[in-house]
């Protein structure tokens, strides 16, 4: 295996890594908003 | 009208008169069992008889959502109908009104949505229930923030038959739907769930407004002519909704629900997010496609260099006629690893190779074979050439003629075709022939190396046939000057070596001996050149050179027991004095008396007489 295909292996794994953590912080700060936008104000 | 205190059936105590509309009484209760307030609601239809009350009631019983009362129950009490449903605590949404609350949009939003979802549940059960009557006293705000749609009093299930209107909420279909029936005209305008729609969006033109709209000034005042601070979205929406035509409005309320959804798309903030997403997951499948990209490329030098490596490898096989030529090739060919660098071109190569080392080693069925499989790949003068010369020398004439013919009609005027009827003329033995033939092509080819090669060396095996050997050996090495092969070489010292036998003329056993010895410097020399060296050196009488040859063939016999290595190493064992000899005419004796009668014939009568001689003298007794 030369550095090349490690350095492929290596991105290929960021790339996942960097999407699986993209997409869980996304979809909090989106189900953050979304709650906030659902919510309105406080009318209890 | 029924008492405080009062309880009905055992289950329900009448508590107090919390109000009465138009459709009827209402009471506030409280459920004995349940244990929990109640609200008993007196219908004052006369138009219906109690079976079709109880239907409808029935109906609503099945009904089961957060945004909407439980019924509870339908009872007949003194001749007045009572429906029994949840206690809602809250206000209503015209109470807020009244009030003068402001309402954010954030709340006007969520009660919306949720508006939207208890409509889009009734207008979607079986049998499917109209409201009818939505306005802001019928929704109530819980104490927990939530909407609760009330007052099922005039809802239509499958019917078109209007049985009340709040007239400034009521879409113009059921207003006039109404008046049809007030008058007792049969009506022609069906109302549908877009009635609700209407509704709705006037209850939430109101609430923003604040200005009681009138169907009979149709159409109000925009909500933009409105100080609302509301958004232009939501705006939008309500307007929608409150269409005069049920055509222009939402067809449903999911419909409207979806819109309302919609809206945060058109938030900044929300824009930012779905940017933001984007953004990450194209850098992500970017960074991904170049990392397998960078993979499949690091693969593809492994796999190159890989090859270059075992390529190089076979071509230094191939410079040096080594036998290991065939499996090499072969082991580079069956890789399926090396399907993606291994074109046509190379395959080819590497085919010929395979075929020319078989060749000359005469093995010239597998040369053949060797030589198709690279003209299946690349066709060319040569290769035909080669393949053709193949075929003759394993003695296929015919399929060889073939091959002329096809060389003639895809090459006009190929030299190829005289040197491969040339090389026809040889193996016919008609050598004056192959002769002429060589010569005049010779001398009509003048850069062209390859050809000039083959022709030297047809023309020098014909020589060699007809026992001009000088002239041979001149051909064959004006065969060499063109490219130097180990067949050549091999092919000089033998014709060296047979001058030399016929001459008794220790020079040519000399350059017998160089020739095969710059064979075994460069080249893989093969068992017979190994003999043929230490031969020429003996018949020379160079002493200098015995234990060299000595040395060579024991190499040799550690490859493979070869009783013509051994007899040629008892002769020179003999000549050097060594005290192995016995011991290796035992070894000879032994190996000689293995063989076939074929194997036998093989061994020449006086090398082998030379030997017998030898191992009197030795072991002291004969050979058996």
């Known amino acids: 295996m030369n550095s090349t295909t490690i350095l492929g292996i290596a991105m290929i794994s960021a790339g996942i890594i960097l999407f699986a953590v993209s997409q869980l912080l996304l979809r909090r700060w989106i189900k953050k908003y979304n709650e906030e936008w659902m919510e309105g104000a406080d009318t209890k | ?624």
């Not at chain 2, 080594?322 to 499996?327: A, K, M, N, Q, V």
């Not at chain 2, 001058?499 to 008794?504: K, P, R, S, V």
Request: charged share 25%; hydrophobic share 30%.
């Open chain 2, 1 to 624: 009208m029924l008492n405080n205190g009062l309880i009905i059936d055992n289950i329900y105590q009448i508590i107090s008169e919390i109000g009465s509309g138009g459709m009827g009484v209402i009471y506030l209760g409280y459920h004995l069992r349940l244990r929990k307030y109640i609200v008993l609601k007196k219908l004052k239809d006369s138009r219906k008889d109690i079976r079709q009350l109880r239907n409808e009631v029935d109906i609503l019983k099945g009904l089961h959502h957060s945004y909407l009362p439980q019924v509870y129950d339908f009872i007949n009490y003194n001749g007045s109908v009572y429906t029994v449903i949840d206690y809602i605590e809250g206000y209503d949404l015209k109470y807020y009104i009244d009030n003068n609350y402001q309402i954010t949009e954030g709340q006007l939003i969520k009660w919306l949505r949720q508006l939207c979802e208890v409509l889009d549940y009734l207008h979607s059960h079986n049998p499917q229930v109209l409201h009818s009557d939505i306005k802001p006293a019928n929704i109530i705000i819980t104490t927990n923030g939530d909407i609760c749609l009330i007052d099922f009093g005039i809802s239509l299930y499958n019917t078109n038959v209007i049985m009340g209107l709040s007239m400034n909420y009521s879409s113009p279909e059921q207003l006039y739907n109404y008046d049809c029936e007030m008058q007792g005209i049969p009506s022609t305008v069906n109302v549908d769930s877009r009635t609700d729609i209407f509704s709705l969006g006037v209850t939430l033109y109101h609430v923003m407004t604040r200005y009681t709209p009138s169907i009979k000034n149709y159409p109000p005042p925009p909500i933009s002519e409105f100080d609302t601070g509301y958004s232009e979205q939501l705006q939008d929406i309500i307007q929608k909704a409150m269409s005069y035509q049920p055509a222009d409005r939402y067809q449903s309320a999911r419909q409207m629900l979806k819109a309302v959804d919609n809206m945060k798309k058109q938030d900044a903030r929300y824009k930012g997010y779905v940017i933001v997403q984007i953004l990450s997951s194209l850098f992500c499948v970017m960074l991904i496609i170049g990392g397998v990209l960078m993979v499949y490329d690091g693969m593809s030098k492994t796999v190159t260099s890989s090859f270059q490596k075992e390529y190089s490898e076979f071509v230094s096989l191939v410079s040096k006629g080594s036998p290991e030529i065939g499996e090499k090739g072969r082991e580079i060919l069956n890789n399926s690893d090396y399907r993606s660098v291994l074109d046509d071109d190379k395959k080819a190569d590497i085919f010929h190779a395979i075929g020319d080392y078989y060749y000359d080693n005469e093995d010239y069925y597998n040369a053949a074979y060797n030589y198709s499989d690279c003209l299946s790949l690349k066709k060319s003068e040569i290769n035909y050439r080669d393949y053709t010369m193949a075929l003759i020398s394993d003695n296929r004439i015919d399929e060889a003629k073939n091959e002329i013919q096809k060389i003639q009609s895809e090459y006009s005027s190929s030299p190829v075709v005289s040197l491969l009827n040339a090389d026809i003329c040889y193996k016919t033995k008609d050598y004056k022939n192959a002769v002429s033939l060589t010569k005049s092509l010779i001398q009509s080819l003048s850069n062209d190396s390859e050809n000039l090669y083959t022709a030297n060396y047809i023309l020098g095996k014909s020589l060699s046939a007809l026992n001009q050997s000088d002239k041979a050996i001149e051909a064959y090495e004006a065969a060499r000057q063109q490219k130097e092969t180990a067949l050549i070489l091999r092919t000089i010292g033998s014709e060296q070596l047979k001058t030399a036998e016929q001459a008794d003329y220790s020079q040519e056993y000399k350059n017998a001996y160089n020739t095969f010895k710059l064979l075994d410097e460069k080249y893989c020399a093969l068992t017979d050149d190994i003999i043929n060296l230490a031969q020429s050196a003996m018949l020379a009488g160079d002493n200098s050179q015995y234990d060299f040859c000595k040395n060579k063939l024991l190499d040799e016999t550690a490859k493979n027991e070869d009783c013509r290595v051994y007899i040629m190493l008892c002769m020179l064992s003999d000549a050097t004095s060594d005290n192995q000899t016995e011991g290796y005419l035992k070894k000879t004796r032994e190996l000689y008396n293995s063989l076939s009668q074929q194997e036998k014939s093989y061994i020449s009568s006086e090398s082998l007489a030379k030997t017998k001689e030898l191992y009197r003298q030795y072991c002291g007794q004969e050979w058996e």
